[in-house]
């Protein structure tokens, strides 16, 4: 469909917006730019303004949230799963065509302002810069550098900063071991980087389910905080690492100068295997930057007290040993698409339980929905003759040994010393699978 028509409906809609109406409208453009894109080799840039006046048109985020939703979930998020060059070169181009679109608002006057300090005045220069990092080859740190901290950014999401981040911070923190390693994410980070990985983590939030602005204004918080922990740091003291970060939109926004920059092209280096891990790609760029081969696994460090409470968990439900213990997550990360569809949770729980000698811990879920779909699957299992047990990650003392499936409320860094204590780990979302490989 032109554009043309989709900015009729759109500026009809401005009257007496419905979140259907927007919903349905944001899906189609945002879909549009995709096949023409695919389809036509196109680069439509008038849908993509489109896309961005509707996320930031509205006083009420929550209509504002719709269009972004569309921009990201659609359009953003279909470019980077490709981990093709291309896709990689055009997403740059659209995240830096949201940014010049920010920045002419008055909420986006401080992005460029700060853009502009970096000497990135115009859109043309901030995508110049991406790319030119981009299509770099890997470079080496230079012997000089001396850092007495290394900051290393998030991935967002807990599976890829156990698959990359936790692979970064082992192989720096042994090839600088004099310096501080620092790690800036969600705080739930703390609970799979615990005190036992000898990081610190700084806090920061940044909302995958946000608003368009809100996304973007992460980065002036985050820049704040850098600015902090380099502070009287001389240029050979101190490392940022981008493990191909949201919190940069993948490297399109800056935060120190490139001589002190380090990115990490996860989704499309002419330099790596097609075939190799994410870890094992992650491997490779640190042999590159620090000039030493070797191999560091993922890692999760929980805390010791949770671990201390798994290990009595399971030892009150195995007292003998011979049990296998399964911990089962059925969490979906938001994304209703990774779920099998019908009667397969049941079935599969049912079907474990069949076995001799199987104890299973159920994760009780996040959310009205997950949690209303997992105790459905508690009630058709005690309906079909199985003992079942529901409670908190820290009421070992109420546990029943004769229970074959018990619900367990718990955080990120309760499962992973769950998962750390149990034979087996089954689940959709990557967050505790990585865990479990770990």
């Given at each position: 469909m032109r554009s043309f028509f989709y900015q009729e409906q759109w500026e009809r809609l401005q009257e007496s917006p419905t979140t259907n109406d927007l919903e349905s409208l944001?899906?189609?453009v945002a879909s549009s730019f995709v096949d023409r894109y695919y389809y036509s080799d196109e680069y439509n840039r008038e849908y993509i303004n489109l896309l961005c006046e509707m996320a930031t048109y509205f006083k009420k985020s929550k209509l504002n949230q719709i269009a972004a939703q569309a921009l990201f979930g659609i359009v953003i998020e279909r470019l980077c799963d490709d981990f093709e060059e291309l896709q990689t070169e055009t997403y740059n181009r659209v995240i830096c065509q949201v940014v010049n679109f920010l920045c002419e608002l008055p909420e986006g006057q401080e992005i460029q302002s700060q853009l502009s300090d970096f000497d990135l005045h115009?859109?043309?220069l901030l995508y110049e810069r991406i790319e030119t990092i981009r299509l770099s080859p890997d470079r080496k740190l230079q012997a000089s550098i001396k850092p007495k901290k290394v900051l290393v950014l998030?991935?967002?999401?807990?599976?890829?900063?156990?698959?990359?981040?936790s692979v970064i911070c082992k192989r720096v923190s042994k090839f600088y071991p004099e310096a501080e390693i620092i790690v800036f994410g969600n705080a739930?980070?703390?609970?799979?980087?615990?005190?036992?990985?000898?990081?610190?983590?700084?806090?920061?939030s940044y909302s995958r389910r946000g608003g368009l602005l809100e996304r973007f204004l992460t980065w002036l918080d985050l820049l704040k905080k850098i600015r902090a922990e380099i502070a009287g740091l001389s240029p050979a003291e101190f490392l940022l690492i981008d493990p191909d970060s949201r919190l940069t939109q993948l490297g399109v926004l800056p935060l120190v100068p490139l001589q002190n920059y380090c990115f990490f092209n996860s989704r499309g280096s002419k330099e790596y295997s097609v075939t190799a891990s994410i870890s094992e790609l992650t491997n490779l760029w640190l042999d590159n930057i620090l000039g030493e081969q070797e191999f560091c696994y993922p890692s999760v460090w929980p805390e010791s007290s949770n671990l201390q409470n798994a290990k009595q968990f399971r030892k009150t439900i195995d007292p003998e040993g011979s049990t296998t213990l399964i911990t089962l997550n059925f969490g979906v990360g938001g994304n209703t698409r990774k779920r099998v569809g019908g009667n397969f949770e049941v079935e599969l729980v049912v079907a474990l339980l069949r076995q001799p000698n199987i104890r299973l811990i159920l994760d009780l879920g996040f959310g009205e929905e997950e949690q209303g779909r997992i105790k459905a699957i508690m009630r058709t299992v005690q309906q079909q003759g199985a003992t079942v047990q529901a409670l908190n990650f820290g009421e070992i003392g109420k546990i029943k040994t004769s229970s074959q499936l018990l619900g367990v409320e718990c955080t990120i860094g309760e499962i992973a010393a769950l998962i750390a204590v149990s034979d087996e780990f089954i689940g959709y979302d990557s967050a505790c699978q990585h865990i479990a490989a770990a």
């Open positions: 944001a899906q189609r115009t859109e043309e998030s991935r967002v999401t807990i599976g890829a900063d156990v698959a990359i981040t739930k980070l703390k609970q799979v980087f615990g005190s036992l990985s000898g990081l610190k983590v700084h806090e920061l």
